[in-house]
């Protein structure tokens, strides 16, 4: 009796796992990193997190969680509430089209990051200058998706351990 509600819970820890991931993610992305020329940035974690386990396993990261954590992150960077969610599940749904067209090779994988952060940061810069109903700065959102870029290898492989040695062994 009690192994099997452990090995439940232990399952629905799995099946949750990346969504707890991306809500730390949320967290950690709201502290500011300093870089030359007095520019804070904050890297998109939440972002890595939802691109990589939509490359991986879309089944674990579906669009309801995405939302939650692009609120979760609108309501914790102070941006217009829905923009990072819609942000999010866009970049879910082109990970999705591209794992199928171009399969999960890290490398390739970080060269198809690339682009989608590029394309969701230009999102963002978009609907956040329409919102505001003015052109905002684009070398913030440029800054922070080089950064974002520079740091998806590092996630990218805690990740890809993560899965290995945790989601996977929870959900046999």
């Known amino acids: 009796m009690v192994v099997s509600i452990f090995s ?10 990346p969504f707890l991931l991306a809500l730390i993610a949320c967290i950690a992305a709201i502290i500011p990193m300093r870089l030359p020329g007095d520019l804070e940035m904050t890297p998109l974690y939440p972002l890595m997190v939802v691109f990589f386990w939509g490359m991986h396993r879309g089944d674990l990261m579906t669009p309801a969680p995405i939302f939650f954590t692009g609120l979760f992150y609108d309501l914790l960077s102070g941006a217009p509430l829905g923009l990072w969610a819609f942000v999010f599940l866009v970049v879910h749904a082109m990970a999705l089209v591209l794992r199928d067209t171009f399969g999960r090779v890290l490398f390739s994988a970080w060269a198809l ?8 940061c230009f999102l963002a810069w978009a609907i956040a200058s329409i919102y505001d109903w003015t052109l905002l700065n684009p070398l ?8 974002t870029i520079g740091l998806y290898p590092f996630f990218g492989f805690a990740f890809a351990f993560v899965e290995r040695r945790v989601v996977v062994p929870m959900r046999a």
Request: charged letters at 15%; aromatic letters at 16%.
């Open 140 to 147: 913030n959102f440029v800054v922070q998706a080089l950064v």
């Open 113 to 120: 990051f690339a682009v989608t952060c590029i394309g969701a």
């Open 8 to 17: 439940r819970f232990i399952r629905w820890v799995g099946r949750r796992l």
